[in-house]
């Protein structure tokens, strides 16, 4: 059938899935084949820790409600109460006037980036990311008409290099997406670094005489290990916040999160407008009603941090044993590991022969590395040394 007949992009899209979901269904295959406890599959975030018993509590009582009530629409932004106890949420962990009018209800981060580059960008714009990211931000990114550029982070700390990202901005820059702690390397970006960022950032402004956007895309801001995660908003007011409670409150599946336009931002009022009318015009309105109504009452449960922790220590002593080299995570579940070889791709395909399931590094914008999804079962990780060990002697021998 003629390419004409559909979008050769989208199925571009389609036909090409990312590496990570890639790797995954592998995995499903391969257990099923084999035994899921013959394969150790590190290659996609889903979270071990259940969520919280309260989310359960909640989800049971309003499944005695009225029925046509609980599953009907709510507005198009989300629920005014829902959106309200967002809003307190932020004042009271952040100390930001937040309102309700800067929220936007979405399901989960995925959906809140797409609305928000629709929201603020125009086709041709330009978007940096800072490499290792996120793969699918390329994806969101051109789907809103705009290019990728990408910048290195610090080679050394994986830190934001400001003067890199300066040395990017020209007068097509729209925004520039910061996710801390980043997914894949586990950083956490300093208050001081931040205030770097967004001191450039302000005479970049002021020389174009418009907005630079900051997206902060924070689905992992409540996993960290003993550091602080600031909060952008209260150091950048042209800050935008994507957050989902896929990873905070183990909820993947269900798609819940929200955006929230900076109340300290000079056009606020017109941004959260714009945020409307992009999540109408891409049909992502009244996000799933159940959970937003679960949010009123679980809004302030915190993560179950101890068993990622776990597994983090059990994951780096062991591979460090081994003579693996690695970035200490601050933050998420993921383990930055150096490859064995200078190729990637090829390393994590002979991985696949010992039935460890590792990210390759190239689709995050970085050569020469692997991404080691810790958020398993403890056994998973246990299990796993024997087959870690015989892949770094297969490359000694």
Not at 183 to 192: D, L, T
Request: with cysteine; charged share 20%.
């Amino acid at each position: 059938m003629s390419a004409e007949t559909y979008n050769q992009r989208m199925y571009d899209l389609g036909s090409e899935p990312s590496v990570i979901r890639e790797l995954f269904a592998y995995g499903m295959t391969r257990k099923a084949e084999i035994g899921a406890d013959k394969v150790f599959d590190f290659s996609i975030g889903n979270p071990s820790v259940p969520a919280p018993q309260q989310v359960k509590d909640t989800l049971v009582k309003l499944l005695e409600e009225d029925p046509t009530a609980l599953h009907g629409y709510s507005p198009a932004a989300g629920f005014p109460s829902t959106r309200q106890v967002v809003a307190d949420h932020i004042r009271r962990n952040f100390g930001l006037p937040a309102t309700a009018d800067g929220v936007y209800l979405t399901a989960g981060a995925a959906g809140a980036l797409a609305i928000v580059l629709a929201a603020v960008s125009y086709p041709g714009d330009e978007v940096i990311v800072v490499a290792p990211y996120f793969p699918e931000y390329k994806t969101f990114i051109e789907n809103a008409g705009c290019t990728v550029v990408e910048v290195l982070a610090d080679p050394e700390t994986f830190a934001l290099d400001v003067d890199a990202i300066e040395q990017a901005i020209n007068d097509k820059t729209r925004a520039i997406i910061i996710n801390s702690p980043n997914n894949p390397v586990g950083s956490v970006y300093s208050k001081e670094n931040l205030e770097d960022l967004a001191a450039m950032l302000t005479r970049k402004e002021e020389e174009l005489g418009r907005p630079l956007y900051i997206i902060s895309d924070e689905p992992y801001r409540n996993i960290t290990y003993g550091v602080e995660v600031p909060y952008i908003p209260l150091i950048y007011p042209d800050t935008i916040v994507c957050y989902s409670y896929s990873k905070a409150l183990s909820l993947p599946g269900e798609r819940i999160g929200y955006i929230y336009v900076s109340d300290l931002m000079e056009n606020s009022h017109e941004v959260s407008l714009a945020v409307a009318g992009a999540g109408r015009s891409l049909g992502y309105v009244c996000a799933p009603v159940i959970f937003q109504r679960m949010l009123e009452s679980c809004i302030d449960l915190p993560s179950d941090v101890e068993a990622y922790a776990t597994n983090r220590k059990l994951l780096t002593e062991g591979l460090k044993a081994l003579g693996y080299e690695y970035v200490e995570p601050q933050g998420a579940f993921y383990l930055w590991v150096k490859a064995l070889e200078d190729d990637a791709k090829a390393f994590s395909e002979r991985a696949k022969s010992y039935e460890l399931l590792l990210v390759p590094s190239d689709s995050f914008g970085a050569p020469g590395w692997v991404r080691v999804s810790y958020c398993v079962g403890r056994d998973v990780i246990e299990n796993s040394m024997p087959a870690f060990k015989a892949l770094k002697e297969s490359y000694d021998a």
